[in-house]
């Protein structure tokens, strides 16, 4: 049985799927199960990671957990060294964390400095363990879509810089490899996109995918904060994103090889998302 954790998330609604059909046996964890759409194939498991007397019931009959949780600071490192002391004690084989890009840079933005002291206590913990760290995810690009609905228009901060944008579905490809094949204990994979792309570049490609011209628009930081802010975004989160856009600007464009050389084809690509996420910028 593999417990999937972030089983409603981007990564997690891919990856549970994609190791029932691998033939693995999966336990997908919401806070709320009559909600959340999950893949009716899988035992579905109410509880929350904040809750200590929750944990034992989680990892109770689990062999492998695929430890992912959301957060841009102190909680995820929390909820990932309680969980993974409790599948110690459950006796789980195998943790598999899903990291960030940023700790292989040695990044010291929060987001990333989180990610590095939950990956140390994944690896202390006692079971098995490999850490997958992708970098930005296609899906942050989802954020333009209110002004591209409205406007036609993509705002973004000036300065961004090029990007390996990698699918969520090639994240949750390598973790299933991961968590249903031997010999990926001890492993550390980075995971972006075959292509890096300034965002120019992924503006005209959503746009083919749309059929129709978008008006690119580059705006300073302060406009790009305040807009953020708007949508309701914690002052504290937005800070962590510029942070960690300062340090990340000259990582960004690194291309890894990790997601062709493991599943053995190319990375899905950017062109690959906007067409299948087309009808909700429309
Ligand atoms: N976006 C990027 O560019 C990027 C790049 C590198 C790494 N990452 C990392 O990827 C991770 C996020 O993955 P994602 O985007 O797939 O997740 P997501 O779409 O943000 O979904 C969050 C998931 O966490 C679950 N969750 C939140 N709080 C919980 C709690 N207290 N107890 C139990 N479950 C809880 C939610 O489940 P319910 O709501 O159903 O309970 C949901 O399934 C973060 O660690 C992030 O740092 C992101």
């Given at each position: 049985?593999?417990?999937?954790?972030?089983a409603?998330g981007?990564v997690g609604?891919a990856?549970?799927?994609?190791?029932l059909?691998?033939?693995?046996r999966?336990r997908?964890?919401?806070?709320?199960?009559a909600?959340a759409r999950v893949?009716?194939?899988?035992?579905?498991?109410a509880g929350?990671?904040d809750?200590?007397?929750?944990?034992p019931?989680?990892?109770?009959?689990v062999?492998?957990?695929?430890?992912?949780?959301?957060g841009?600071?102190r909680d995820?490192v929390?909820?990932?060294?309680?969980?993974?002391?409790?599948a110690?004690r459950?006796?789980?084989a195998h943790?598999?964390?899903l990291s960030t890009t940023?700790v292989h840079?040695?990044?010291?933005d929060?987001i990333?400095?989180?990610?590095?002291?939950s990956?140390?206590?994944?690896?202390?913990?006692?079971?098995?363990?490999?850490?997958?760290?992708p970098?930005?995810f296609?899906?942050?690009r989802?954020?333009?879509r209110r002004?591209?609905?409205?406007?036609g228009t993509v705002?973004?901060p000036?300065?961004?810089?090029?990007s390996?944008?990698?699918?969520a579905?090639?994240?949750?490809?390598?973790a299933?490899?991961v968590?249903?094949?031997?010999g990926?204990?001890?492993?550390?994979?980075?995971l972006t996109g075959d292509?890096?792309?300034t965002t120019g570049?992924q503006v005209?490609?959503?746009a083919a995918a749309l059929?129709?011209?978008?008006e690119?628009?580059?705006?300073?930081?302060?406009?790009?904060?305040?807009?953020?802010?708007?949508?309701?975004w914690?002052?504290?989160?937005?800070?962590g994103v510029?942070?960690?856009k300062?340090q990340?600007a000259g990582n960004e464009?690194v291309v890894?090889?990790?997601?062709?050389?493991?599943l053995g084809?190319?990375?899905?690509?950017f062109?690959d998302?906007?067409?299948?996420n087309?009808h909700?910028f429309?």
């Amino acid at each position: 049985m593999i417990l999937v954790l972030g089983a409603t998330g981007k990564v997690g609604r891919a990856l549970v799927p994609a190791l029932l059909d691998a033939g693995a046996r999966v336990r997908a964890l919401t806070r709320d199960p009559a909600r959340a759409r999950v893949d009716p194939r899988a035992e579905v498991v109410a509880g929350d990671l904040d809750v200590p007397a929750d944990l034992p019931r989680l990892v109770d009959g689990v062999d492998k957990v695929f430890v992912l949780t959301s957060g841009h600071g102190r909680d995820g490192v929390t909820r990932e060294a309680a969980i993974a002391r409790e599948a110690a004690r459950a006796g789980v084989a195998h943790l598999v964390k899903l990291s960030t890009t940023g700790v292989h840079f040695g990044q010291t933005d929060p987001i990333s400095l989180a990610h590095a002291e939950s990956e140390e206590a994944v690896r202390q913990a006692g079971p098995a363990w490999t850490v997958l760290r992708p970098g930005t995810f296609m899906d942050n690009r989802l954020a333009w879509r209110r002004s591209v609905v409205e406007f036609g228009t993509v705002h973004a901060p000036e300065d961004d810089p090029v990007s390996a944008l990698v699918h969520a579905r090639d994240i949750a490809a390598v973790a299933a490899l991961v968590l249903t094949t031997p010999g990926h204990e001890g492993a550390t994979y980075p995971l972006t996109g075959d292509e890096a792309l300034t965002t120019g570049q992924q503006v005209e490609v959503l746009a083919a995918a749309l059929g129709r011209p978008l008006e690119f628009v580059q705006e300073p930081e302060a406009a790009a904060r305040e807009r953020m802010l708007s949508f309701g975004w914690p002052r504290s989160a937005v800070d962590g994103v510029f942070d960690l856009k300062r340090q990340s600007a000259g990582n960004e464009g690194v291309v890894f090889d990790t997601v062709r050389t493991l599943l053995g084809r190319p990375a899905l690509t950017f062109a690959d998302w906007a067409r299948e996420n087309a009808h909700l910028f429309r």
